[in-house]
C-alpha cells in the first residue's frame, strides 16, 4: 500500500455484492464521510480494497481468500457500511419534521438485514420508494445474517444499499 498523505484515512469498510462479502481497508480523504462515500460525485469506477477479507458465495459452499488488494466494480455493489465498531454522524437530522422510522427486511444476495428505512409520515412505504429515486438507500440500526453462515451477525447504525440490488420486505 502507498504511504497516506495527511490528508488521507485508512477506513475499514464491508462491501457486498449478490455473491460476495469483502471486508478491508479504503484509503478516503481525511474530512471526508466514508459511510456516504458511494452517494458523492468523486465515487470511483472501482472500490479499491486493501488487505481485504472475501467470502464468496458463488457455486454453493462458501469459500474465504485473502488478497493484499482487491478491485470491486462500484456498479456491482449491493451494499457498502463501516466495520464495526467504527461509525460516523447518521446522514439525516433526527428533528425534521414529518419523518418515521419504518421496519423493513431487506434481502442483499445471500445476506438478509433487519433495519429501517426513513420516509415521510404523508405516505406509503410504496409511494415512498417510488418518489425516493436514489441510487443508496439508507438503511438505519441494521442487524446482518447470512443463512449460510449461522455465527455471522453484525450490527450496524448505518449502511447504504443499492435499490438495483435488494429486495425490500415488510413483516
Known amino acids: 500500500m502507498r504511504q497516506l498523505t495527511e490528508e488521507e484515512k485508512l477506513a475499514t469498510v464491508m462491501v457486498y455484492t449478490n455473491d460476495m462479502l469483502?471486508?478491508?481497508?479504503?484509503?478516503?480523504?481525511?474530512?471526508?464521510r466514508?459511510?456516504?462515500?458511494?452517494?458523492?460525485?468523486?465515487?470511483?469506477?472501482?472500490?479499491?480494497?486493501?488487505?481485504?477479507?472475501?467470502?464468496?458465495?458463488?457455486?454453493?459452499?462458501p469459500k474465504t481468500f485473502a488478497f493484499?488488494?482487491?478491485?470491486?466494480?462500484t456498479v456491482q455493489v449491493a451494499a457498502f457500511h463501516l466495520a464495526p465498531p467504527a461509525r460516523e454522524v447518521l446522514d439525516?437530522?433526527?428533528?425534521?419534521q414529518n419523518?418515521?422510522?419504518?421496519s423493513m427486511d431487506v434481502m442483499?444476495?445471500?445476506?438478509?438485514l433487519?433495519?429501517?428505512?426513513?420516509?415521510?409520515?404523508?405516505?406509503?412505504v410504496a409511494t415512498s420508494l417510488d418518489v425516493m429515486r436514489t441510487l443508496w438507500l439508507s438503511i438505519y440500526d441494521a442487524e446482518i445474517a447470512n443463512p449460510h453462515l449461522p455465527q455471522f451477525n453484525?450490527?450496524?447504525?448505518?449502511?447504504?444499499?443499492n435499490s438495483n440490488y435488494v429486495t425490500l420486505g415488510i413483516t
Open 22 to 32: 469483502a471486508r478491508g481497508e479504503v484509503i478516503a480523504k481525511e474530512n471526508a
Open 34 to 61: 466514508v459511510s456516504i462515500w458511494l452517494r458523492t460525485q468523486g465515487v470511483p469506477n472501482y472500490i479499491h480494497l486493501h488487505k481485504p477479507q472475501v467470502i464468496s458465495f458463488a457455486g454453493g459452499t
Open 68 to 73: 493484499s488488494e482487491i478491485f470491486i466494480p
Open 92 to 96: 439525516y437530522d433526527a428533528s425534521e
Open 99 to 102: 419523518r418515521m422510522m419504518q
Open 108 to 112: 442483499v444476495g445471500p445476506f438478509v
Open 114 to 124: 433487519k433495519g429501517k428505512i426513513r420516509i415521510s409520515m404523508q405516505t406509503d
Open 154 to 161: 453484525i450490527q450496524v447504525p448505518m449502511l447504504l444499499v
